[in-house]
């Protein structure tokens, strides 16, 4: 039982356009959602964060949008540099509870220069 | 040091041993938390500790596994007989844990313990 699902496991793009990166859930109680990046031997590395009272949240950039209807958020970073090739992790919690992260499988994001 | 710290880095052992992580947060934070990921396998959620009091123990696989935390800093998880399955990298990260109500706070990785059992 998947409730945070990344259906893309990987993504090519050319340096200076648009990298979208998706993800699903599944349970309706989560109210928080964020992203990290990860590089080989290497731990996660927090970028942005969204509350579900929110529909976007942007950071330099990096924007990530929330679609609670759909259940879907999405991660868009413009313009793409080949810094940003990596493992983009997207997770999810539940606020007031332990706020334990579930994660989706990743998506590898090559960026060609 | 500024972030999270987890020692070893890379631990080998044989089936059947005890193993001891350990995982120093960043000062000041008070939850910590434990994941691991398995090969091809996404982040697995172990335990929570808010404090020294773990009030979610949901993740742990079997009673093989435990954890403790002391003086609201370091956090140890130990593996007893451990078994060829739980090879795996197992991540710390560690939070604020301000109360939900005042701020998200979110969570902040060390770079892992990649566990092999031969």
């Known amino acids: 039982d998947q409730q945070v699902k990344q259906n893309s496991p990987s993504l090519s793009v050319q340096e200076g356009r648009i990298s979208i990166l998706n993800c699903d859930y599944t349970?309706?109680?989560?109210?928080?959602f964020l992203w990290y990046k990860k590089y080989p031997a290497e731990g996660p590395t927090f970028l942005i964060s969204i509350s579900s009272i929110k529909d976007k949240n942007e950071d330099g950039r990096f924007t990530v949008f929330l679609n609670k209807s759909a259940k879907h958020l999405s991660l868009h970073i413009v313009p793409s540099q080949p810094g940003d090739s990596a493992v983009y992790f997207c997770?999810?919690?539940?606020?007031?509870?332990?706020?334990?992260?579930?994660f989706g499988k990743g998506t590898k994001l090559t960026v060609n220069p | 040091g500024a972030g999270v710290s987890q020692s070893p880095s890379n631990k080998v052992t044989e089936k059947g041993k005890d193993v001891e992580l350990r995982c120093d947060p960043i000062s000041g934070h008070t939850a910590l938390y434990w994941y691991r990921q398995s090969l091809g396998q996404g982040l697995e959620f172990l335990i929570y500790?808010?404090?020294?009091?773990?009030?979610?123990k949901s993740g742990l696989p079997s009673d093989r596994f435990s954890a403790e935390r002391t003086g609201g800093s370091v956090s140890t998880l130990t593996i007893q007989r451990t078994q060829q399955e739980d090879s795996a990298v197992y991540l710390c990260?560690?939070?604020?844990?301000?109360?939900?109500?005042?701020?998200?706070?979110?969570?902040?990785f060390g770079d892992g313990t990649r566990l092999s059992i031969l």
């Open positions: 500790f808010q404090g020294n009091s773990a009030p979610d």
């Open positions: 997770a999810a919690s539940t606020q007031g509870g332990s706020e334990k992260l579930v």
């Open positions: 990260a560690s939070s604020l844990g301000l109360p939900s109500y005042l701020s998200n706070q979110p969570q902040h």
């Open positions: 349970n309706s109680m989560f109210d928080y």
